[in-house]
């Protein structure tokens, strides 16, 4: 980093990781904050993470106004320089006071990887916050054997128990979704297992628990603590289970066609052909982005595979022609999913009315195997 331009702030930056596993609703709660901390007259820079390109994070985040990077094609661990460089350019051009970082969801090991070395190598410029995991309710009572439904296999499980280990705070997301009985059999668990971190229950739909999580995370430093032990030969197997598909698609220009409606057809054609064949979806994520406009956008979210399509922002007027930007995540052969969506977007097209959809850009993959770029360790 620029240590001359940095220098000119008398005070050092505060940066946030707000981790979890995939559709753990890192993203909601990543805006919620930079939302909050806006409100308080603080400047807010995000940096998104993927190990691919064409982020439905980065571009529902741009959305809402605010200024953000994006470092793809690996996790934090091993782009550690590409974020001092997103840091970099996100000082240039808005000069935050707070970073808010976003690490990919099949990403662990970030306080050895991430936090200590930002501290130990760029302390003079940043206050580490508290390491944030957050977790989607019921996968997690599903994963701690509290109640039947889709999982996935063990090596996988291994990757989100370990962004479990390393938490400060587990923060359970989506918490509207859980009765009194499921919340407390759900924080036993967590405390049972991982009895270092603090168990929060938030949620950004209703508001509850957010002010004290978000408060406890600005006033508050991360505490230097032994890192944990991670087989990275396991990881990296963990990691190469699951499949990997970004994609573009271009829409119109013909008729006005319900933008809404189309996301919701091509979530739900996909995740009809992903259950047939016994897949367990990670996360599916959508954006529409109209090509007249002001920014505004339509975004879809699946985060299991026996969930509904859930349309979490969307479009109040129809559109003529735009694109969509396809995130998809699943515990699959990454063929299976570049099959699933080219089947499925004709149909999805179909359905709707005045809509012509073709695909611009796919790709499909396996994580490769994680090689952090530093990393320190510490007895605590």
């Not at 859980?178 to 270092?196: C, M, N, T, V």
């Not at 259950?275 to 994520?285: D, F, M, N, R, S």
Request: with cysteine; aromatic share 8%.
């Amino acid at each position: 980093m620029n240590t001359p331009a940095a220098a000119e702030s008398p005070a050092r930056a505060l940066y946030v990781m707000i981790g979890g596993f995939l559709g753990a609703g890192k993203t909601t709660a990543v805006a919620a904050l930079a939302q909050r901390l806006s409100l308080k007259g603080r400047r807010v820079g995000l940096i998104t993470n993927d190990q691919g390109q064409e982020l439905v994070d980065t571009a529902m985040l741009r959305s809402k106004g605010f200024a953000t990077e994006e470092i793809p094609g690996g996790c934090f661990c091993c782009r550690f320089n590409s974020l001092v460089d997103a840091a970099d350019r996100l000082s240039e051009a808005t000069r935050p006071d707070v970073f808010i970082a976003e690490p990919v969801g099949s990403c662990t090991d970030l306080v050895a990887t991430v936090t200590y070395p930002l501290r130990r190598m760029y302390g003079d410029l940043f206050r580490i916050a508290p390491l944030s995991v957050l977790l989607d309710p019921v996968r997690a009572l599903r994963v701690f054997g509290l109640q039947a439904g889709g999982s996935f296999s063990q090596k996988v499980i291994y990757i989100y128990k370990k962004q479990l280990e390393e938490a400060d705070f587990i923060v359970v997301s989506k918490s509207e979704l859980l009765d009194l009985e499921q919340r407390e059999a759900l924080k036993k668990a967590i405390a049972s297992e991982f009895p270092k971190a603090e168990v929060l229950f938030a949620s950004v739909r209703t508001g509850d628990g957010l002010e004290e999580w978000f408060s406890k995370l600005e006033s508050s430093e991360q505490v230097e603590r032994r890192t944990m032990d991670v087989d990275y030969a396991v990881y990296a197997e963990g990691e190469a289970l699951l499949g990997w598909l970004n994609a573009t698609v271009a829409c119109g220009p013909e008729l006005e066609f319900d933008a809404n409606a189309f996301l919701r057809a091509f979530a739900a054609e996909i995740q009809s052909r992903l259950q047939a064949g016994g897949t367990e979806i990670a996360h599916l994520k959508m954006t529409f982005s109209p090509d007249a406009g002001l920014g505004d956008i339509a975004v879809v979210n699946l985060v299991r595979s026996d969930f509904v399509p859930e349309l979490a922002i969307r479009l109040e007027q129809p559109a003529s022609s735009g694109q969509v930007i396809v995130n998809l995540r699943a515990e699959a052969d990454p063929e299976m999913l570049a099959r699933a969506l080219r089947e499925s977007l004709p149909v999805a097209a179909q359905a709707v009315a005045g809509l012509q959809a073709h695909l611009e850009h796919l790709e499909f993959f396996r994580p490769g195997k994680p090689v952090p770029t530093h990393r320190v360790e510490s007895q605590g």
